[in-house]
Each structure stands twice: as structure tokens, then as C-alpha cells.
């Protein structure tokens, strides 16, 4: 926040105090900070995407031990997943908020989606890789991630010897999101850089739009939330009420730290009290924090359409919907770490050519979107616990509470 703050008086002292060919140099100077940024954020793409998606594939081997629960589960988690990106498309081409900024396309970027001249044939064959390394060093993620569900399900099927891929890639994963962690130190300098660039061109209009950027951020997530909880209803009826209450507490620590992980450890314990059998909590619930991340998908969606209009790059319907299923794709197994979605995002937006530059525009207000999407991710995962214990039958009355 502090380096958003320190971008926008920056950004605007040059805007009114510098000449046009002073703000030209200033731009193009400042961005060697943003340039060096996101090349160790595509540093990290290919083997984050890798890992983090092989291990929560191979682990979902076990949920041939756990039978329908499991199926009832990911069902659940498919369909709010869906939800969530259906409502940030609507939105977002309702709202066209990015088209306001009208940016230029970066010299390396200048091309615009899938060409036309690339048929459904060649876009379907350029999904399969001919090489993982070549995949991996083109940071080609729609190639990364058929190769890891091949691998991912290969490594589960062979048992006790797939274990050992599995603990080694859980490993490799762990020190990917650590590297994350570091180069995710070197943010706010990027922001600063990013915010301060464009701030000089553009001047306060940069402002309204974020502000109208947070605003039906916001309100789209009470809307998702509405939903949910609508269609919670329909399988415990009243008892969604119940379910509110008892979580709100986790949900002000959700919000209020602005991480999901957070409110985890009571969370358990405020299920339970609710009628939901620790058998399914203890299933649901971890499963959940990797394949059921509501607020973040909403996010995704909000934030790569935001990028494709800012600069003003068009996507048909079928592109973004592709879109929307590879960030829902590449985002399991990066919950735990801050702002990992932003890589997600990036290997995405690159292969419709998207300017990443944009993703660092919206670096400095993520603190305040990040807030409601963790606040979102837990009462997303609550509600997938009570649907799928009263699915099982199981869902008893609550416990109560003495103090």
C-alpha cells in the first residue's frame, strides 16, 4: 500500500510537472524495474504449474479409497468453481472497466489473442506437446498442464513406487513457492515502478478506475456469496442461517488477515459444532483449500479480462471461456502462498499474447482484493462440507456449545 501510494505522487508529479518528452523517458526508464520482475515471475511459471498440479492430481488417487464422497466433492467443487468464473466473465464484459485506461500495446506484444489464421485443427494439436522441455522453456501452459494430468495420473496408478514421485514433486513444489515468497519481496518495488509509469501517462483517471475496479470487485463478491448460499439452501434449507453464524468469526479472520489458511485449525472445530461428521471435514475442508478457491477464481477471472481490455486486446467468447478453464486448471495447489495467483495469471495471459505488464498495475490494491477473496474461500469450503454431509446423510444436528 505504502508503494502504491509512493507510485501515484510520483506518477503524478511527472504527469504535471514534466514535459511530454520527459514523461516518454520517464516511462520507458522505470520500466527496466518492471521488466527485471516479471521475468523472475516467468522464472517460476513452468515448474509452479508443474509440480503444484502433478501432486494434487496423484493425491486425488486416494479418493478412489473414499469412493462417492470424493466424487460428490469435486463435483461440488467443479460447479462453484464454474460459478465463480461465470459471474467474473459477466461482469467484467458488462462493465468493461479496463477499457477506460485505453493502454498501448508493448512493442513485444503486440499481437492480439489467437490469430485468425490459426485453425481449430492447429489450436487443438498445439494443446499436446511434442517435448515437456520445449514446453517448459516456451512456458507453454496449456502444454504443461495435459502433460502433468497424464503424469499426475500415471504416477498414482503404480502405488507404493509413485509415492516416492509423489513426496519428491510435494518437495520440489514447496521450494517453488518459496522461491515465489522471495521474488514476491521485490512487489511493492514493482508496483511503485508500474503504478508510477502509467500514473505519468494517464494522470488521476487511473484512480476512478481503481476505485471502480475495487467497488464491483466487492459487490461481485456478495453476489457470488448470495448464490452460494442460495443454492446451499436448496440442500440444508434454514440450517444456512446456522452455518453463517457459526463461521462468521473465521470469516472476520479470513478477511482481516487476508489469508484463508488462516481461520483453517477453527474452522475444523466450527463444522464439527455444526453437525458436519470429522470424517468429511477432514476430507472436505484440505481438499478444499487447494481445489475449491471461489474468491480467487472470481479474482482470475476479474483480473485477466481487466488486463485484455486495458490494453485493448479482443477475445471472443470461446477465447476467454478457454481462458477461465486453464486459470481453473493451473490455480490447484498454489492457495498457501500470497499473491502465487499472480503467476497463475501470468502464464495464462501469455498464451492469448496479453500484455503481462498489466498484472503490476493491480499489484498495489491486491492487499485489499486479496481480503475478500480469503473472507470468500472459507465460506466457500463450509459450504462444500455441509452440502456434501447432508448429500451423505450424515449432516447432524449441532452440537452445543457450553461456555
Not at 501510494?5 to 520527459?22: D, I, S, W
Not at 492480439?112 to 485443427?121: C, N, P, Q, V, Y
Amino acid at each position: 500500500m505504502i508503494a502504491m501510494v509512493g507510485g501515484v505522487l510520483l506518477g503524478l508529479g511527472v504527469h504535471y510537472y514534466a514535459t511530454p518528452a520527459e514523461i516518454d523517458s520517464f516511462s520507458g526508464g522505470i520500466t527496466i524495474i518492471t521488466d527485471v520482475f516479471l521475468r523472475l515471475i516467468k522464472m517460476i511459471v513452468a515448474p509452479l504449474v508443474f509440480s503444484t498440479l502433478v501432486v494434487g492430481i496423484a493425491k486425488l488417487g486416494d479418493v478412489k479409497a473414499v469412493g462417492r464422497i470424493g466424487g460428490k466433492t469435486l463435483l461440488w467443487f467443479l460447479g462453484a468453481s464454474l460459478l465463480s468464473l461465470t459471474l467474473g466473465l459477466i461482469v467484467m464484459n458488462c462493465l468493461s472497466l479496463g477499457s477506460e485506461l485505453n493502454l498501448p500495446l508493448p512493442a513485444a506484444s503486440a499481437g492480439t489473442g489467437l490469430e485468425s489464421s490459426i485453425s481449430f485443427k492447429g489450436f487443438i494439436t498445439h494443446i499436446f506437446p511434442k517435448s515437456i522441455f520445449e514446453a517448459m522453456a516456451n512456458n507453454e501452459i496449456l502444454q504443461i498442464v495435459v502433460f502433468a494430468i497424464f503424469f499426475g495420473i500415471a504416477t498414482a496408478s503404480i502405488g507404493e513406487q509413485g509415492k516416492v514421485v509423489i513426496k519428491a514433486l510435494d518437495a520440489v513444489a514447496l521450494i517453488i513457492l518459496r522461491i515465489t515468497g522471495y521474488v514476491m519481496y521485490f512487489a511493492p518495488v514493482a508496483a511503485m515502478a508500474a503504478i508510477s509509469a502509467v500514473m505519468a501517462v494517464k494522470g488521476p483517471d487511473l484512480l476512478r478506475t481503481y476505485g471502480k475496479f475495487i467497488l464491483c470487485f466487492y459487490l461481485s463478491i456478495l453476489g457470488l456469496w448470495l448464490i452460494l448460499l442460495l443454492i446451499a439452501s436448496l440442500f440444508i434449507g434454514k440450517r444456512v442461517l446456522s452455518l453463517a453464524a457459526n463461521i462468521k468469526d473465521m470469516i472476520l479472520l479470513a478477511f482481516s488477515t487476508a489469508s484463508s489458511e488462516a481461520a483453517f485449525p477453527r474452522l475444523i472445530v466450527e463444522l464439527e459444532n455444526f453437525g458436519c461428521p470429522p470424517r468429511i471435514v477432514s476430507f472436505v475442508l484440505p481438499l478444499g483449500y487447494s481445489f475449491n478457491l471461489d474468491g480467487s477464481m472470481l479474482y482470475m477471472s476479474f483480473a485477466s479480462l481487466f488486463i485484455a481490455q486495458a490494453y485493448g486486446v479482443p477475445l471472443t467468447l470461446g477465447q476467454q471461456v478457454s481462458m477461465l478453464l486453464v486459470l481453473m486448471l493451473t490455480s490447484k495447489g498454489v492457495a498457501g502462498v500470497p499473491r502465487a495467483a499472480l503467476v497463475v495469471i501470468a502464464g495464462t495471459l501469455s498464451l492469448y499474447n496479453i500484455p503481462q505488464q498489466g498484472l503490476l498495475l493491480l499489484l498495489g490494491i491486491d492487499q485489499v482484493l486479496d481480503m475478500a477473496r480469503s473472507a470468500t474461500n472459507v465460506l466457500g469450503n463450509s459450504i462444500a462440507a455441509a452440502v456434501v454431509s447432508k448429500w451423505e446423510g450424515e449432516l447432524e444436528e449441532p452440537a452445543v456449545n457450553i461456555k
